[in-house]
């Protein structure tokens, strides 16, 4: 926060809303002591009480304005300047002093305007100037605390601010390392692919790579982003399988379904390229009979949504029970974007096979 100019710091205090709580505060003052003055022999001359009131309150105003004056002008004398504390401490309080003596002077002088013949005593100037010593002290010290506090709330605010953007790059850093890590895992094993069926079927694979390619200028900029949609996920899967259905052939069927108002769901690239991927791995691959993977998309209860990959392979005896590099990364990824709000759940399919099922939260459909 920037310090203020002297004239910034003097109009802080010297404002129209400092003049009427002056205002105010003198005009209760001169009521409260009016009312300890106040006896029967006052009740027969209300008239004379009134305007009694009147003139204690404008010199109560004086010495107001005066002290109010002071507290401005040290305050214009202390902005930008970065004095120790005892030296800003003694400026304040040569202000209030000033202020006080000031103010008794000032109302000295409206008295001897009402009554020419009117004599001073050090009595009454001496505790004059010590009482509004003592409250402009005591006002100027809450006006002091009452900045502190605001300050300190704007700094926490602040800091608050800078937290929060420094937590946002922490888990985009974050996201890009886990799918830095990802994508060779994931790219890697279909390259794999293409190289087996290139030995064994080559005009297949020559197919194959010219899949791969089309399928990578679709996926490579999708893998560079840290977040994706529902439907994008689920073109990546159609094309991984349907390179995946080349070189399996009837070994590989798969099913997809989703309602199109959850098209939109946002969640972290690659989620389900990785579930599919881990399916058709640990799952079906080891099979000599292959089979199905279905994957599904549905509305959950409190209007988040799930999305089931799905297969019949054999289970979790083949599979790492959701221990893989792959899985671990996904639901880091899934935490770092959602939090706790988002899961990644496996349980064993009927008859056989596992069900990988992400939960994201409504967050997600915003």
Request: with cysteine.
């Amino acid at each position: 926060m920037e310090d203020p100019t002297p004239l910034q710091a003097f109009r802080r205090i010297c404002n129209l809303r400092m003049l009427a709580g002056v205002y105010y505060f003198c005009l209760l003052y001169a009521l409260s002591r009016q009312l300890t003055w106040f006896d029967e022999k006052d009740a027969a001359q209300l008239g004379d009480s009134l305007f009694a009131l009147v003139r204690f309150s404008r010199q109560s105003l004086l010495t107001g304005l005066s002290l109010l004056l002071m507290v401005a002008l040290a305050e214009a004398v202390l902005a930008g300047r970065r004095w120790p504390l005892p030296a800003a401490l003694a400026v304040q309080a040569l202000a209030v002093g000033l202020g006080a003596g000031l103010g008794t002077w000032l109302r000295y002088l409206a008295a001897v305007m009402d009554d020419p013949g009117m004599r001073v005593k050090p009595g009454w100037v001496l505790s004059t100037i010590i009482i509004w010593a003592l409250l402009g002290g005591m006002a100027y010290a809450l006006l002091l605390v009452s900045r502190a506090q605001r300050q300190g709330s704007g700094e926490l605010a602040r800091l608050f601010r800078e937290r929060e953007a420094l937590r946002a790059q922490q888990t985009e850093a974050q996201l890009s390392a886990l799918n830095a890590q990802i994508e060779p895992h994931f790219l890697f094993n279909t390259l794999a692919n293409v190289k087996r069926l290139y030995e064994t079927r080559p005009e297949r694979g020559r197919d194959m790579l010219v899949a791969l390619i089309a399928y990578l200028r679709a996926a490579l900029p999708a893998m560079r982003r840290h977040e994706s949609t529902l439907a994008d996920e689920l073109e990546l899967v159609r094309h991984y399988l349907a390179i995946l259905q080349m070189r399996m052939g009837e070994r590989l069927t798969f099913d997809i379904s989703a309602p199109p108002e959850l098209l939109h769901a946002r969640l972290p690239t690659l989620v389900l390229p990785t579930l599919v991927e881990n399916a058709v791995k640990h799952g079906l691959s080891p099979l000599p009979e292959g089979g199905c993977i279905a994957i599904r998309a549905a509305p959950a209860d409190g209007g988040g949504l799930t999305v089931e990959v799905a297969d019949n392979g054999q289970g979790f005896g083949a599979a790492s029970g959701g221990a893989g590099v792959g899985l671990a990364n996904t639901r880091a990824r899934l935490a770092a974007r959602f939090g706790d709000m988002a899961a990644l759940e496996l349980e064993a399919a009927q008859p056989r096979g596992v069900v990988a099922r992400v939960r994201l939260p409504a967050e997600a459909l915003q």
